[in-house]
């Protein structure tokens, strides 16, 4: 994310309602009726800026990996974000509301995963195929069963339905993302089988003195 600071207007209008007061009402034809007619307009400019600072707006940039499958299963996984963002917005329940952040930000996790991890892509692309579809087909049908706004036994079975299914995705979401860190975990495991030989090799380890 890039943050950009747009700076008020505000500031620019202030001096320039300054000048037109200044020459309605006092003179300016010497050189010291300039000089205070500039100093007004810097205090005017000063003030006016701390009052109306402007607006921050974040950016989020493209990322690109360098890779072109890599960055197409990233733009899959950032319009599956948004299609759930979406969604939960015209969620009214707050239990499932929840639900789907959680999913949301599960599955923000597990792309961001393929920047740092190129060899989890063949993973991440199975998620990004099976999973993540059927998961925003059932958010898409209890949003447009809770657009209905009828109690009828079907609808709302169905909705209780996939309210319960939510709970077993996120626990499936968690286990996927759990398992990205596989490859990383066997490597750490190696570098403190390798410390471990050094410190005994030198004898360093605890099991020495």
Do not use: W
Not at 107 to 113: L, M, R, V
Not at 118 to 130: A, E, G, H, Q, W
Request: net charge negative; charged share 25%; aromatic share 10%.
């Amino acid at each position: 994310m890039r943050e950009v600071r747009k700076k008020s207007p505000i500031p620019i209008y202030g001096i320039a309602a300054v000048c037109l007061i200044y020459c309605l009402f006092f003179p300016l034809y010497r050189l010291f009726h300039f000089i205070i007619l500039a100093v007004l307009c810097v205090a005017a400019y000063f003030i006016l800026s701390k009052v109306f600072p402007g607006t921050v707006e974040y950016i989020e940039e493209p990322v690109s990996t360098g890779i072109p499958d890599h960055d197409a299963l990233l733009e899959e996984g950032k319009t599956a974000v948004s299609e759930m963002k979406r969604i939960k917005d015209s969620i009214a329940d707050t239990s499932v509301k929840a639900k789907v952040d959680r999913l949301i930000e599960l599955t923000d996790k597990i792309f961001a995963d393929l920047k740092d991890d190129p060899n989890d892509y063949k993973m991440i692309k199975r998620f990004s195929n099976y999973f993540l579809p059927t998961t925003i087909k059932l958010l898409n049908a209890y949003d447009r069963m809770g657009e209905i706004n009828v109690n009828g036994e079907n609808i709302n079975a169905t909705k209780q339905r996939i309210n319960e299914i939510l709970d077993t995705t996120i626990t499936a979401y968690e286990k996927q993302y759990d398992a990205l860190f596989a490859n990383q975990a066997l490597d750490i495991e190696t570098d403190i089988i390798v410390l471990e030989n050094m410190l005994k090799k030198e004898g360093l380890s605890s099991s020495d003195f």
